[in-house]
């Protein structure tokens, strides 16, 4: 759509510059409208701006229309500043955001080393452009290394530096060339990484309008060649052979887009550097067989993973992928476990490796990045980033289990359901823990507590509410989330007292306001009992602790009927 929207919305302005009146004006807002639905589907879209002024510098002298540049400037400026000022407003409500270091290096290189860097993937993107042999949908760490000077390294910056020179003098040899060459320049240098680091070092999509405008240039240089009589059939010939090797080439790579297993299994050849694409044919792989018959392969994937990753610093790594390399030697141990208990439990103790470092590398990347951010923005009290990996947790306490060391089970899932305390999956393995160390009946009352959530979740609100209310009953202190439980199925049951009760004790003992939902629960139990200034007061308080949630814009329908049920009970009734 960005794309569409670039090329289109150029056409239209070019037809305005031509038109006057009203046809002018359906023009003009045909670029307004296209220009929209561009930005909003991708930021890349921007460049319809500066493409409109560089056409017009390029060619100023020839034909200058003052008045059709500044209103097609303006037909494009009103959606762009609108795209950006709503973009700063969702950003403002949301934590900062941060590029993996794994996904773009230049992330964590110096300014120098990664302005060179970017200059090294440019010379990649134009070959790329010209022969399109090797495709690839990933080049994570460590395909691309950091430019440090070498041979490679020293013939990109040649490379980049003759193409530079080439488009220079192209304004004097060859105007329409230059406008393409600007062209590709300007569409590609958002996602360049030259002046701001993006989500990705390079990306084989990033290509698709830039290599229009590199192209065209490559089009206008064969018919360039071919202006000689006796050359005049060389250009339909070359085109004809580059058009269809083009569409060969798209054909078989149409083929790798089967299924992500066909992908990664092709693209982990032609990037067998890239960490996340042997992770992807580790999933894949895993995916594709029920049985897990290929669980030995599965994990051989996963560890030329984690071999790419170990040379790194915590903070710089990726904590998920040990976490799924634990859950992958869990498994294998789990299937050895009847047939070979020695090859399960060496299974057990690289799950335990891999979880251990997973926690650690998450612990280590979490405080940096908590360190360099303000930690008491709205944005962040409530997010999941300040809090840990609760998965990890809980994989941890299946793998101590399975070693038969219940203690650090337990220690393990009380840790899990302390970061995610509305998981049923916690409560499950914690009742099993319990079961472990002969503590049954307070695996029953864990059990409880899982069968409470679920029922939530499935919307059996009685169930919801008795399971909830009988887990307050023997041990209200263990399971403080049973409160929020009981207020939410009591409010959905219409039992508004005992939803007020309820939410308003989760309320006194989430004293570090881990959950902002809670304060919602109560909030729509007071504007049922007709409570409306605390009521919105209270939907207000959420949504500005979570500005993002899902359910944010029927939050915000539902302050505005409550709004208007207040203002319409204070107005005085007309006199007849």
């Known amino acids: 759509l960005a794309g569409a929207a670039v090329l289109s919305g150029f056409r239209m302005y070019l037809k305005s510059r031509e038109a006057s009146g009203w046809a002018r004006g359906l023009w003009l807002a045909g670029l307004a409208a296209v220009t929209t639905i561009g930005v909003f589907s991708k930021e890349s879209a921007v460049a319809i701006l500066p493409i409109i002024l560089l056409y017009e510098i390029v060619w100023w002298k020839e034909r200058?229309?003052?008045?059709?540049?500044?209103?097609?400037?303006?037909?494009?400026?009103?959606?762009?500043?609108?795209?950006?000022?709503?973009?700063?407003?969702?950003?403002?409500?949301?934590?900062?955001?941060?590029?993996?270091?794994?996904?773009?290096?230049?992330?964590g290189a110096d300014w120098w080393t990664g302005r060179l860097t970017a200059i090294k993937v440019i010379a990649r993107y134009l070959w790329l452009t010209i022969w399109?042999?090797?495709?690839?949908?990933?080049?994570?760490?460590?395909?691309i290394s950091l430019a440090r000077g070498a041979a490679a390294d020293w013939l990109s910056y040649v490379i980049v530096f003759a193409a530079a020179i080439a488009v220079i003098l192209l304004y004097r040899w060859n105007r329409t060339g230059f406008f393409l060459s600007c062209f590709a320049f300007l569409n590609f240098v958002p996602a360049s990484n030259l002046f701001f680091p993006i989500g990705t070092i390079m990306a084989d999509r990033l290509l698709y309008l830039p290599s229009l405008g590199l192209l065209a240039c490559l089009v206008l240089a064969i018919y360039?060649?071919?202006?000689?009589?006796?050359?005049?059939?060389?250009?339909?010939?070359?085109?004809?052979?580059?058009?269809?090797?083009?569409?060969?080439?798209?054909?078989?790579?149409?083929?790798?887009?089967?299924?992500?297993?066909?992908?990664?299994?092709?693209?982990?050849?032609?990037?067998?550097?890239?960490?996340?694409?042997?992770?992807?044919?580790?999933?894949?792989?895993?995916?594709?067989?029920?049985?897990?018959s290929n669980i030995d392969q599965v994990i051989e994937e996963q560890g030329k993973a984690l071999a790419l990753l170990d040379i790194l610093p915590a903070v710089l790594s990726r904590a998920d992928s040990y976490r799924q390399a634990g859950y992958y030697q869990l498994l294998k141990g789990d299937l050895a476990h009847e047939r070979d208990a020695l090859q399960s439990a060496a299974a057990y103790r690289r799950a335990l490796q891999a979880l251990e470092r997973c926690i650690s590398i998450d612990?280590?990347?979490?405080?940096?990045?908590?360190?360099?951010?303000?930690?008491?923005?709205?944005?962040?009290?409530?997010?999941?980033?300040?809090?840990?990996?609760?998965?990890?947790?809980?994989?941890?306490?299946?793998?101590?289990?399975?070693?038969?060391?219940?203690?650090?089970?337990?220690?393990?899932?009380?840790?899990?359901?302390?970061?995610?305390?509305?998981?049923?999956?916690?409560?499950?393995?914690?009742?099993?823990?319990?079961?472990?160390?002969?503590?049954?009946?307070?695996?029953?009352?864990?059990?409880?507590?899982?069968?409470?959530?679920?029922?939530l979740q499935e919307g059996n609100w009685q169930d919801a509410a008795d399971s909830s209310g009988r887990v307050l009953q023997v041990n209200p202190a263990g399971y403080p989330s049973a409160y929020y439980l009981n207020a939410m199925a009591n409010l959905r049951l219409g039992h508004l007292d005992a939803a007020e009760k309820s939410a308003r004790e989760a309320r006194r003992l989430d004293s570090a306001q881990r959950n902002p939902r809670i304060g919602y629960v109560l909030g729509l139990v007071l504007a049922q009992k007709q409570d409306y200034g605390q009521a919105v007061d209270l939907l207000n308080a959420y949504l500005h602790a979570a500005p993002n949630a899902p359910d944010s814009e029927t939050v915000r329908k539902q302050m505005t009927n409550i709004e208007n049920l207040a203002k319409s009970r204070t107005t005085p009734a007309a006199e007849p």
């Open 363 to 455: 612990q280590a990347s979490r405080a940096n990045y908590l360190s360099r951010i303000d930690t008491r923005s709205g944005a962040l009290r409530f997010s999941p980033l300040r809090e840990g990996d609760a998965q990890a947790s809980l994989l941890l306490s299946l793998v101590y289990v399975r070693l038969g060391d219940p203690d650090k089970a337990y220690a393990a899932v009380n840790q899990a359901r302390t970061l995610d305390p509305l998981n049923p999956q916690m409560y499950r393995q914690l009742s099993a823990v319990l079961a472990q160390q002969g503590r049954n009946d307070e695996a029953d009352v864990a059990l409880m507590q899982a069968k409470a959530i679920a029922s």
């Open 132 to 143: 399109p042999a090797k495709l690839s949908c990933d080049y994570s760490f460590d395909q």
């Open 64 to 107: 200058p229309r003052n008045r059709a540049l500044w209103l097609g400037c303006a037909a494009t400026l009103v959606p762009i500043v609108a795209m950006l000022w709503k973009r700063s407003a969702v950003l403002g409500a949301s934590p900062p955001a941060e590029f993996p270091f794994t996904d773009n290096p230049i992330v």
């Open 224 to 292: 360039g060649a071919a202006e000689k009589p006796k050359f005049a059939i060389l250009a339909p010939v070359v085109l004809g052979v580059l058009v269809s090797g083009f569409a060969v080439r798209t054909w078989i790579r149409n083929q790798d887009w089967q299924s992500e297993l066909a992908m990664a299994t092709h693209d982990v050849r032609v990037s067998p550097s890239s960490y996340k694409l042997h992770q992807l044919l580790a999933a894949s792989l895993f995916e594709a067989d029920p049985a897990y």
